[in-house]
Protein backbone atom coordinates (compact mmCIF):
# COMPACT_ATOMS: atom_id res chain seq x y z
CA UNK A 1 0.00 0.00 0.00
CA UNK A 2 1.02 3.32 -0.98
CA UNK A 3 1.35 5.72 2.41
CA UNK A 4 2.95 8.78 1.06
CA UNK A 5 3.87 10.72 -1.86
CA UNK A 6 6.17 13.83 -1.81
CA UNK A 7 6.00 16.51 -5.00
CA UNK A 8 7.91 19.41 -6.09
CA UNK A 9 7.78 21.65 -8.88
CA UNK A 10 4.83 19.75 -10.15
CA UNK A 11 2.07 21.88 -11.12
CA UNK A 12 0.52 24.54 -8.89
CA UNK A 13 2.98 23.04 -6.31
CA UNK A 14 6.25 24.87 -6.18
CA UNK A 15 8.36 24.10 -2.83
CA UNK A 16 8.13 19.76 -1.36
CA UNK A 17 5.14 19.00 -0.53
CA UNK A 18 3.99 15.58 1.66
CA UNK A 19 0.90 14.41 1.78
CA UNK A 20 0.56 11.32 4.37
CA UNK A 21 -2.22 8.85 3.14
CA UNK A 22 -4.44 6.61 4.89
CA UNK A 23 -6.85 3.61 3.90
CA UNK A 24 -9.54 6.51 3.38
CA UNK A 25 -7.72 10.54 2.44
CA UNK A 26 -9.41 13.09 1.77
CA UNK A 27 -8.22 16.36 -0.33
CA UNK A 28 -10.28 19.19 0.69
CA UNK A 29 -9.47 23.30 -0.94
CA UNK A 30 -11.23 26.17 -2.95
CA UNK A 31 -11.43 25.82 -6.71
CA UNK A 32 -8.03 25.73 -8.69
CA UNK A 33 -6.26 25.15 -5.37
CA UNK A 34 -4.31 22.19 -6.52
CA UNK A 35 -6.20 19.40 -4.75
CA UNK A 36 -6.50 17.37 -8.62
CA UNK A 37 -2.79 17.90 -8.83
CA UNK A 38 -2.52 15.43 -6.39
CA UNK A 39 -4.07 12.16 -8.15
CA UNK A 40 -2.88 13.87 -11.49
CA UNK A 41 0.78 12.93 -9.82
CA UNK A 42 0.06 9.54 -8.88
CA UNK A 43 -1.58 8.95 -12.47
CA UNK A 44 2.01 10.75 -13.63
CA UNK A 45 3.98 8.33 -11.39
CA UNK A 46 2.47 5.20 -13.22
CA UNK A 47 3.45 6.15 -16.18
CA UNK A 48 7.08 7.05 -15.44
CA UNK A 49 7.73 3.37 -13.24
CA UNK A 50 5.67 1.48 -16.04
CA UNK A 51 7.05 3.02 -19.62
CA UNK A 52 9.48 4.79 -18.04
CA UNK A 53 8.62 8.04 -20.62
CA UNK A 54 7.98 11.85 -18.88
CA UNK A 55 6.73 13.37 -21.38
CA UNK A 56 3.42 12.19 -20.84
CA UNK A 57 -0.14 13.36 -22.19
CA UNK A 58 -2.82 11.15 -21.70
CA UNK A 59 -2.10 8.40 -19.15
CA UNK A 60 -3.43 4.82 -19.35
CA UNK A 61 -5.67 5.32 -16.06
CA UNK A 62 -7.04 9.15 -17.17
CA UNK A 63 -7.78 7.72 -20.77
CA UNK A 64 -9.34 10.75 -22.94
CA UNK A 65 -10.53 11.97 -19.56
CA UNK A 66 -7.67 13.31 -18.58
CA UNK A 67 -5.26 15.50 -20.50
CA UNK A 68 -2.01 16.44 -18.62
CA UNK A 69 -0.35 18.38 -21.56
CA UNK A 70 3.36 16.85 -21.59
CA UNK A 71 6.23 18.15 -19.59
CA UNK A 72 5.97 22.18 -20.08
CA UNK A 73 2.65 22.07 -19.20
CA UNK A 74 3.54 19.89 -15.86
CA UNK A 75 6.53 21.37 -14.37
CA UNK A 76 5.69 24.58 -11.91
CA UNK A 77 4.74 27.78 -14.25
CA UNK A 78 6.12 25.95 -17.25
CA UNK A 79 9.50 26.70 -16.39
CA UNK A 80 11.56 23.44 -18.39
CA UNK A 81 14.66 24.30 -16.04
CA UNK A 82 12.94 23.23 -13.21
CA UNK A 83 13.40 19.70 -12.31
CA UNK A 84 10.03 18.01 -11.20
CA UNK A 85 10.26 15.31 -8.21
CA UNK A 86 7.86 12.83 -6.99
CA UNK A 87 8.78 10.71 -3.92
CA UNK A 88 6.27 7.51 -2.99
CA UNK A 89 6.19 5.67 -0.11
CA UNK A 90 4.95 2.27 0.05
CA UNK A 91 4.96 -1.18 1.82
CA UNK A 92 6.44 -4.12 0.06
CA UNK A 93 4.44 -7.25 0.83
CA UNK A 94 5.42 -8.91 -2.02
CA UNK A 95 8.63 -11.22 -2.60
CA UNK A 96 11.85 -8.80 -4.18
CA UNK A 97 13.23 -11.91 -6.71
CA UNK A 98 11.94 -11.63 -9.91
CA UNK A 99 13.99 -13.58 -12.36
CA UNK A 100 14.51 -17.00 -10.53
CA UNK A 101 17.86 -16.24 -9.13
CA UNK A 102 19.74 -18.98 -6.97
CA UNK A 103 19.60 -16.91 -3.48
CA UNK A 104 21.80 -19.65 -1.44
CA UNK A 105 25.40 -17.96 -2.19
CA UNK A 106 23.47 -14.29 -1.92
CA UNK A 107 25.14 -11.86 0.67
CA UNK A 108 21.54 -10.77 2.14
CA UNK A 109 19.77 -14.34 1.74
CA UNK A 110 17.47 -12.87 4.42
CA UNK A 111 16.82 -9.69 2.14
CA UNK A 112 12.99 -10.38 1.15
CA UNK A 113 12.33 -10.51 4.38
CA UNK A 114 14.23 -8.05 6.24
CA UNK A 115 12.39 -5.44 3.57
CA UNK A 116 8.93 -4.47 4.39
CA UNK A 117 8.67 -0.74 2.95
CA UNK A 118 10.30 1.00 0.12
CA UNK A 119 10.69 4.59 -0.85
CA UNK A 120 11.55 5.52 -4.37
CA UNK A 121 12.19 9.16 -5.38
CA UNK A 122 12.24 10.27 -9.22
CA UNK A 123 14.09 13.56 -10.52
CA UNK A 124 12.78 14.65 -14.04
CA UNK A 125 14.26 17.08 -15.99
CA UNK A 126 14.49 18.50 -19.41
CA UNK A 127 17.32 17.70 -21.06
CA UNK A 128 19.69 19.37 -24.25
CA UNK A 129 22.60 17.04 -25.50
CA UNK A 130 23.59 16.95 -29.43
CA UNK A 131 21.67 13.41 -29.62
CA UNK A 132 18.40 14.29 -27.25
CA UNK A 133 16.46 16.99 -26.25
CA UNK A 134 13.17 16.85 -24.09
CA UNK A 135 12.42 15.50 -20.39
CA UNK A 136 14.23 12.31 -18.95
CA UNK A 137 13.66 10.53 -15.53
CA UNK A 138 17.09 11.93 -15.13
CA UNK A 139 17.63 10.40 -11.60
CA UNK A 140 16.09 8.08 -9.41
CA UNK A 141 16.92 7.56 -5.81
CA UNK A 142 14.95 3.88 -3.15
CA UNK A 143 15.70 3.34 0.10
CA UNK A 144 13.92 1.08 2.52
CA UNK A 145 12.27 0.27 5.42
CA UNK A 146 11.44 4.04 6.52
CA UNK A 147 14.99 4.90 6.58
CA UNK A 148 15.63 8.76 5.51
CA UNK A 149 19.37 7.73 3.95
CA UNK A 150 19.32 6.14 0.00
CA UNK A 151 20.06 2.75 -0.10
CA UNK A 152 20.99 3.39 -4.54
CA UNK A 153 21.77 6.10 -6.26
CA UNK A 154 20.49 5.99 -10.29
CA UNK A 155 21.53 8.38 -12.86
CA UNK A 156 21.41 8.63 -16.95
CA UNK A 157 24.68 9.13 -18.62
CA UNK A 158 26.22 12.64 -19.94
CA UNK A 159 25.06 12.24 -23.24
CA UNK A 160 22.22 10.44 -23.42
CA UNK A 161 22.93 8.34 -26.94
CA UNK A 162 21.35 5.38 -27.93
CA UNK A 163 22.94 2.52 -25.78
CA UNK A 164 24.71 4.94 -23.09
CA UNK A 165 24.50 2.86 -19.56
CA UNK A 166 23.06 3.66 -16.65
CA UNK A 167 25.22 4.38 -13.88
CA UNK A 168 24.52 3.24 -9.98
CA UNK A 169 26.01 4.18 -6.66
CA UNK A 170 24.94 1.82 -3.83
CA UNK A 171 24.94 2.94 -0.36
CA UNK A 172 27.20 -0.10 0.80
CA UNK A 173 27.24 1.65 4.90
CA UNK A 174 23.30 1.48 4.86
CA UNK A 175 22.24 -0.46 8.10
CA UNK A 176 20.74 -3.13 5.61
CA UNK A 177 23.75 -4.74 5.13
CA UNK A 178 25.00 -5.09 8.56
CA UNK A 179 28.44 -6.76 10.00
CA UNK A 180 28.14 -10.29 8.33
CA UNK A 181 27.96 -8.72 4.70
CA UNK A 182 30.71 -6.48 5.17
CA UNK A 183 33.66 -9.42 3.84
CA UNK A 184 31.54 -9.77 0.45
CA UNK A 185 30.84 -5.68 0.27
CA UNK A 186 34.95 -5.27 0.89
CA UNK A 187 35.22 -7.60 -2.29
CA UNK A 188 32.40 -5.13 -4.35
CA UNK A 189 34.83 -2.62 -3.27
CA UNK A 190 38.20 -4.38 -4.68
CA UNK A 191 36.56 -5.22 -8.39
CA UNK A 192 34.85 -2.09 -8.93
CA UNK A 193 38.66 0.08 -7.95
CA UNK A 194 40.53 -2.98 -9.88
CA UNK A 195 38.49 -2.48 -13.03
CA UNK A 196 38.71 1.55 -13.58
CA UNK A 197 36.71 2.99 -15.95
CA UNK A 198 33.30 2.78 -15.57
CA UNK A 199 33.34 0.29 -12.93
CA UNK A 200 34.96 2.74 -10.44
CA UNK A 201 35.73 4.47 -7.65
CA UNK A 202 35.59 7.88 -8.63
CA UNK A 203 36.04 11.09 -6.92
CA UNK A 204 32.79 13.28 -7.65
CA UNK A 205 33.06 15.26 -11.10
CA UNK A 206 34.77 12.64 -12.45
CA UNK A 207 34.92 11.89 -16.06
CA UNK A 208 32.48 8.52 -15.94
CA UNK A 209 30.35 9.55 -12.84
CA UNK A 210 27.33 11.56 -13.79
CA UNK A 211 26.65 14.68 -11.62
CA UNK A 212 23.17 13.46 -10.20
CA UNK A 213 25.04 10.82 -8.26
CA UNK A 214 27.09 13.62 -6.26
CA UNK A 215 23.80 13.63 -4.15
CA UNK A 216 25.53 10.75 -2.72
CA UNK A 217 28.22 13.15 -0.65
CA UNK A 218 30.64 10.24 -0.60
CA UNK A 219 32.66 9.50 -3.18
CA UNK A 220 34.08 6.33 -1.89
CA UNK A 221 30.97 4.86 -2.46
CA UNK A 222 31.26 2.18 -5.67
CA UNK A 223 30.16 3.30 -8.86
CA UNK A 224 28.37 0.62 -11.32
CA UNK A 225 27.07 0.56 -15.05
CA UNK A 226 24.19 -1.02 -16.36
CA UNK A 227 22.50 -1.40 -19.35
CA UNK A 228 19.44 -0.32 -20.47
CA UNK A 229 16.98 -0.11 -22.99
CA UNK A 230 15.67 2.82 -21.73
CA UNK A 231 16.27 6.51 -21.78
CA UNK A 232 15.86 6.96 -18.25
CA UNK A 233 17.24 6.90 -14.72
CA UNK A 234 14.83 3.66 -14.22
CA UNK A 235 15.42 0.45 -15.77
CA UNK A 236 13.04 -1.54 -17.35
CA UNK A 237 11.06 -3.81 -14.65
CA UNK A 238 10.17 -6.40 -17.35
CA UNK A 239 14.08 -7.19 -18.40
CA UNK A 240 16.82 -8.61 -15.97
CA UNK A 241 19.47 -6.39 -15.29
CA UNK A 242 23.23 -6.80 -16.84
CA UNK A 243 26.29 -5.15 -14.75
CA UNK A 244 28.80 -4.15 -17.60
CA UNK A 245 32.36 -3.97 -17.81
CA UNK A 246 34.65 -1.27 -18.71
CA UNK A 247 35.05 -1.70 -22.53
CA UNK A 248 33.22 -4.62 -23.17
CA UNK A 249 35.47 -7.14 -21.28
CA UNK A 250 34.61 -10.15 -19.90
CA UNK A 251 34.63 -10.71 -16.32
CA UNK A 252 37.15 -12.62 -14.79
CA UNK A 253 35.93 -15.77 -12.56
CA UNK A 254 36.33 -13.94 -9.39
CA UNK A 255 34.74 -10.73 -10.66
CA UNK A 256 31.93 -13.08 -12.54
CA UNK A 257 30.43 -13.69 -8.55
CA UNK A 258 30.87 -10.41 -7.75
CA UNK A 259 29.05 -8.96 -10.45
CA UNK A 260 26.02 -11.86 -10.09
CA UNK A 261 26.03 -10.92 -6.29
CA UNK A 262 25.87 -6.60 -7.61
CA UNK A 263 23.08 -7.87 -10.30
CA UNK A 264 21.14 -10.17 -8.34
CA UNK A 265 21.09 -7.05 -5.31
CA UNK A 266 19.98 -4.27 -7.61
CA UNK A 267 17.05 -6.13 -9.38
CA UNK A 268 15.28 -7.22 -5.74
CA UNK A 269 16.22 -3.77 -4.34
CA UNK A 270 15.26 -1.17 -7.78
CA UNK A 271 13.35 -3.65 -9.24
CA UNK A 272 11.63 -5.80 -6.97
CA UNK A 273 10.56 -2.66 -5.00
CA UNK A 274 9.54 -0.33 -7.90
CA UNK A 275 7.63 -3.22 -9.34
CA UNK A 276 5.29 -3.50 -6.26
CA UNK A 277 4.59 0.58 -6.65
CA UNK A 278 4.22 -0.18 -10.52
CA UNK A 279 1.72 -3.48 -9.69
CA UNK A 280 0.10 -0.75 -6.80
CA UNK A 281 -0.83 1.64 -9.47
CA UNK A 282 -1.45 -0.29 -12.57
CA UNK A 283 -4.76 -1.71 -10.51
CA UNK A 284 -5.58 1.56 -9.64
CA UNK A 285 -9.22 3.07 -10.49
CA UNK A 286 -9.41 6.49 -11.58
CA UNK A 287 -12.87 8.49 -11.55
CA UNK A 288 -12.80 11.83 -13.36
CA UNK A 289 -14.62 14.77 -11.75
CA UNK A 290 -18.04 14.41 -14.82
CA UNK A 291 -18.73 11.14 -15.29
CA UNK A 292 -20.66 10.24 -18.44
CA UNK A 293 -24.60 10.20 -18.88
CA UNK A 294 -24.74 6.73 -20.85
CA UNK A 295 -26.78 7.67 -24.11
CA UNK A 296 -29.65 5.97 -25.44
CA UNK A 297 -28.76 2.35 -26.59
CA UNK A 298 -25.77 1.83 -25.00
CA UNK A 299 -26.67 -0.05 -21.90
CA UNK A 300 -27.02 -3.25 -24.03
CA UNK A 301 -24.80 -6.28 -23.50
CA UNK A 302 -22.45 -5.72 -26.51
CA UNK A 303 -18.95 -8.70 -25.74
CA UNK A 304 -15.39 -7.38 -26.10
CA UNK A 305 -17.11 -3.90 -25.43
CA UNK A 306 -14.24 -1.78 -23.98
CA UNK A 307 -14.91 1.45 -21.64
CA UNK A 308 -13.06 3.13 -19.18
CA UNK A 309 -13.32 4.00 -15.41
CA UNK A 310 -12.44 7.83 -15.37
CA UNK A 311 -15.61 9.01 -17.23
CA UNK A 312 -17.80 6.37 -14.90
CA UNK A 313 -18.84 4.08 -18.38
CA UNK A 314 -17.06 0.78 -16.26
CA UNK A 315 -19.29 0.76 -13.75
CA UNK A 316 -22.80 0.49 -16.06
CA UNK A 317 -20.46 -2.29 -18.18
CA UNK A 318 -19.98 -4.33 -14.71
CA UNK A 319 -23.94 -3.82 -13.74
CA UNK A 320 -24.98 -4.94 -16.89
CA UNK A 321 -22.61 -8.40 -16.88
CA UNK A 322 -23.25 -8.97 -12.95
CA UNK A 323 -26.06 -11.86 -12.78
CA UNK A 324 -27.03 -10.75 -9.21
CA UNK A 325 -24.86 -9.61 -6.95
CA UNK A 326 -23.30 -6.55 -7.76
CA UNK A 327 -26.53 -4.93 -8.50
CA UNK A 328 -28.03 -6.02 -5.47
CA UNK A 329 -25.11 -4.36 -3.29
CA UNK A 330 -25.34 -1.21 -5.84
CA UNK A 331 -29.46 -1.06 -4.79
CA UNK A 332 -29.08 -1.77 -1.51
CA UNK A 333 -26.87 1.76 -1.21
CA UNK A 334 -28.90 3.65 -3.84
CA UNK A 335 -31.61 2.74 -0.94
CA UNK A 336 -29.51 3.92 2.10
CA UNK A 337 -28.60 7.08 0.22
CA UNK A 338 -31.90 7.65 -0.55
CA UNK A 339 -31.02 8.00 -4.00
CA UNK A 340 -34.96 7.38 -5.27
CA UNK A 341 -34.70 4.77 -7.62
CA UNK A 342 -33.07 1.28 -8.05
CA UNK A 343 -31.16 -0.39 -10.57
CA UNK A 344 -32.67 -3.16 -12.76
CA UNK A 345 -31.50 -5.42 -15.80
CA UNK A 346 -33.96 -6.40 -18.26
CA UNK A 347 -33.10 -9.75 -20.16
CA UNK A 348 -34.31 -9.48 -23.92
CA UNK A 349 -33.96 -12.18 -26.31
CA UNK A 350 -31.90 -11.48 -29.66
CA UNK A 351 -34.80 -11.53 -32.85
CA UNK A 352 -32.50 -13.84 -34.52
CA UNK A 353 -32.22 -16.61 -32.01
CA UNK A 354 -34.04 -19.63 -32.99
CA UNK A 355 -36.97 -21.10 -30.90
CA UNK A 356 -35.13 -24.15 -30.34
CA UNK A 357 -32.00 -22.10 -29.20
CA UNK A 358 -34.13 -20.26 -26.85
CA UNK A 359 -35.77 -23.45 -24.89
CA UNK A 360 -32.31 -25.15 -24.57
CA UNK A 361 -31.01 -22.00 -22.54
CA UNK A 362 -28.73 -20.53 -25.16
CA UNK A 363 -27.61 -17.56 -22.95
CA UNK A 364 -25.30 -16.30 -26.14
CA UNK A 365 -28.67 -15.41 -27.86
CA UNK A 366 -29.77 -13.31 -25.37
CA UNK A 367 -29.55 -9.26 -25.05
CA UNK A 368 -29.44 -7.34 -21.39
CA UNK A 369 -30.89 -3.90 -21.28
CA UNK A 370 -30.02 -1.57 -17.88
CA UNK A 371 -32.46 0.71 -16.40
CA UNK A 372 -33.76 2.50 -13.22
CA UNK A 373 -36.92 2.02 -11.27
CA UNK A 374 -38.38 4.96 -10.00
CA UNK A 375 -41.31 4.36 -8.63
CA UNK A 376 -44.38 2.59 -9.26
CA UNK A 377 -42.84 0.15 -11.98
CA UNK A 378 -41.82 3.23 -13.63
CA UNK A 379 -38.63 2.04 -16.06
CA UNK A 380 -36.13 4.51 -17.50
CA UNK A 381 -33.58 4.91 -19.07
CA UNK A 382 -30.67 7.00 -17.00
CA UNK A 383 -30.08 9.36 -19.38
CA UNK A 384 -34.33 10.25 -18.70
CA UNK A 385 -33.09 10.84 -14.81
CA UNK A 386 -31.32 13.95 -13.07
CA UNK A 387 -27.86 14.12 -13.49
CA UNK A 388 -27.07 13.50 -9.97
CA UNK A 389 -27.75 9.54 -10.58
CA UNK A 390 -25.29 9.11 -13.49
CA UNK A 391 -22.54 10.78 -11.42
CA UNK A 392 -23.14 8.91 -8.09
CA UNK A 393 -23.66 5.11 -9.40
CA UNK A 394 -19.97 5.02 -11.05
CA UNK A 395 -18.82 5.96 -6.94
CA UNK A 396 -21.21 3.55 -5.56
CA UNK A 397 -19.85 0.64 -8.05
CA UNK A 398 -16.08 1.46 -7.47
CA UNK A 399 -16.47 1.92 -3.78
CA UNK A 400 -18.18 -1.89 -4.33
CA UNK A 401 -16.40 -3.37 -6.55
CA UNK A 402 -13.03 -2.15 -6.33
CA UNK A 403 -10.09 -4.52 -5.67
CA UNK A 404 -7.62 -3.98 -2.77
CA UNK A 405 -5.41 -1.05 -4.14
CA UNK A 406 -5.95 2.26 -5.19
CA UNK A 407 -9.37 4.55 -5.69
CA UNK A 408 -8.90 8.26 -6.52
CA UNK A 409 -12.40 9.87 -7.23
CA UNK A 410 -12.99 13.33 -8.08
CA UNK A 411 -16.03 15.19 -6.98
CA UNK A 412 -18.46 12.20 -5.73
CA UNK A 413 -20.79 14.52 -4.44
CA UNK A 414 -21.13 16.45 -7.73
CA UNK A 415 -25.05 16.97 -8.63
CA UNK A 416 -26.11 15.22 -5.67
CA UNK A 417 -28.49 16.30 -2.92
CA UNK A 418 -27.10 16.85 0.53
CA UNK A 419 -28.42 14.39 2.01
CA UNK A 420 -26.91 11.63 -0.21
CA UNK A 421 -23.50 13.51 0.34
CA UNK A 422 -23.98 13.06 3.82
CA UNK A 423 -24.57 9.22 3.16
CA UNK A 424 -21.58 8.93 1.07
CA UNK A 425 -19.42 9.55 4.10
CA UNK A 426 -20.76 6.06 5.30
CA UNK A 427 -19.94 4.39 2.17
CA UNK A 428 -15.97 5.40 1.23
CA UNK A 429 -15.84 4.53 5.37
CA UNK A 430 -17.19 0.90 4.39
CA UNK A 431 -15.22 0.80 1.30
CA UNK A 432 -12.06 2.11 2.77
CA UNK A 433 -12.65 -0.88 6.19
CA UNK A 434 -13.72 -3.45 4.60
CA UNK A 435 -10.97 -4.98 3.57
CA UNK A 436 -8.73 -4.64 6.43
CA UNK A 437 -7.20 -1.18 5.90
CA UNK A 438 -5.77 -2.93 2.71
CA UNK A 439 -7.46 -0.66 0.50
CA UNK A 440 -6.80 2.82 -0.30
CA UNK A 441 -9.27 5.66 -1.16
CA UNK A 442 -7.90 9.26 -2.43
CA UNK A 443 -10.79 11.40 -2.27
CA UNK A 444 -11.31 15.02 -3.82
CA UNK A 445 -13.76 17.12 -2.70
CA UNK A 446 -15.49 20.13 -1.52
CA UNK A 447 -18.52 18.71 0.44
CA UNK A 448 -19.11 19.68 4.17
CA UNK A 449 -21.89 17.35 4.78
CA UNK A 450 -19.17 14.01 3.74
CA UNK A 451 -16.60 15.21 6.06
CA UNK A 452 -19.36 15.62 8.73
CA UNK A 453 -20.53 12.31 8.58
CA UNK A 454 -17.20 11.23 8.77
CA UNK A 455 -16.36 12.74 12.36
CA UNK A 456 -19.67 11.86 13.23
CA UNK A 457 -19.15 8.20 13.02
CA UNK A 458 -15.37 8.86 14.83
CA UNK A 459 -17.51 10.20 17.73
CA UNK A 460 -19.81 7.00 17.47
CA UNK A 461 -17.12 5.17 17.26
CA UNK A 462 -15.75 6.50 20.48
CA UNK A 463 -18.85 6.53 22.43
CA UNK A 464 -19.26 2.82 21.43
CA UNK A 465 -22.62 4.13 19.97
CA UNK A 466 -22.63 2.97 16.04
CA UNK A 467 -25.97 2.61 14.73
CA UNK A 468 -26.66 -1.55 13.32
CA UNK A 469 -24.75 -1.13 9.85
CA UNK A 470 -22.21 1.96 10.42
CA UNK A 471 -18.56 0.48 10.76
CA UNK A 472 -15.90 2.10 12.91
CA UNK A 473 -13.80 4.50 12.12
CA UNK A 474 -10.73 5.85 14.09
CA UNK A 475 -7.68 8.15 12.84
CA UNK A 476 -5.56 5.84 11.63
CA UNK A 477 -7.95 5.01 9.02
CA UNK A 478 -8.41 8.31 8.03
CA UNK A 479 -6.30 11.68 6.66
CA UNK A 480 -7.68 14.88 5.88
CA UNK A 481 -5.61 17.29 3.84
CA UNK A 482 -6.24 20.98 3.05
CA UNK A 483 -4.84 22.57 -0.04
CA UNK A 484 -4.69 25.97 -0.40
CA UNK A 485 -3.07 28.72 -2.62
CA UNK A 486 0.16 31.03 -1.26
CA UNK A 487 0.90 33.08 -4.01
CA UNK A 488 1.22 31.46 -7.30
CA UNK A 489 2.31 27.74 -5.61
CA UNK A 490 -0.09 25.32 -3.86
CA UNK A 491 0.68 24.22 -0.31
CA UNK A 492 -0.40 20.84 1.18
CA UNK A 493 -1.39 21.05 5.20
CA UNK A 494 -2.77 18.17 7.45
CA UNK A 495 -5.82 18.46 9.49
CA UNK A 496 -5.82 15.80 12.01
CA UNK A 497 -8.53 14.26 13.86
CA UNK A 498 -8.85 12.99 17.55
CA UNK A 499 -10.32 9.68 18.08
CA UNK A 500 -14.25 11.96 19.07
CA UNK A 501 -13.57 12.92 15.28
CA UNK A 502 -12.86 16.33 16.74
CA UNK A 503 -10.78 18.96 14.83
CA UNK A 504 -6.83 18.97 16.55
CA UNK A 505 -6.40 22.47 14.73
CA UNK A 506 -8.84 25.05 13.62
CA UNK A 507 -10.00 24.81 9.99
CA UNK A 508 -9.13 27.28 7.62
CA UNK A 509 -11.43 30.26 6.23
CA UNK A 510 -14.29 29.47 3.53
CA UNK A 511 -15.70 25.85 4.61
CA UNK A 512 -17.57 25.34 7.85
CA UNK A 513 -17.96 29.19 8.95
CA UNK A 514 -20.15 29.77 5.72
CA UNK A 515 -23.09 27.69 6.64
CA UNK A 516 -22.89 29.49 9.73
CA UNK A 517 -23.11 32.81 8.13
CA UNK A 518 -26.12 31.61 6.36
CA UNK A 519 -27.94 31.01 9.37
CA UNK A 520 -26.86 33.89 11.80
Given at each position: ??????????????G????????????????????????????????LV??????????????S???????????????????????????????????????????????????????L???????????????????A???????????????????L???????????V????????A?????E??R???????Q?????E?????????A????????????????????????????????????????????V?????????????????????L????????????P???????????????????????????????L?????????????????T????????????E?S????????????????????????????G????I????????G????T???????????????????L?I?????????R????E??????L?????????????????????V?????????V???????????M?????????????????????????
Amino acid sequence: MLTALELENFKGIAGRQRIDLAPLTLLFGANSAGKSTILQALLYLHELVERGSADVDRTELGGSVLELGGFVRLVHKHEVERPIILRAEFATPGGLERFGRDLTDFILPDLDDEVDSAWLEVTIRFRTTPTFRGPIVDAATVGVNGHDEPLVWLATGSSLRDGEPLFVRVNVKHPIFGETAAGAIDEWTRVAVSRGGQLSLIEEGGPDVPDQLAAADDPSLPVFALSSSLRSALPSLREPLRVLMPGGDEPTHREEHVVEEVRTFLEMIVLGTTSQLASFLRDALYIGPLRTIPPRGSLYERRGRATSWADGLAAWDLLLADRLTLVERTNNWLRRLGAGCQVTVQQLFDRGAEAEEISEGHIDKTVRRLLLETGGGSLVLPSEVGAGISQVIPVIVAALEGRIGLTLIEQPEIHVHPAVQVGLGDLLIDAATREGSRRLLLVETHSEHLLLRLMKRMRETADDGLPEGARAVRPKDVSIMIVEKDGSRSIVRQMPLNERGELVKAWPGGFFEEGLKEVF
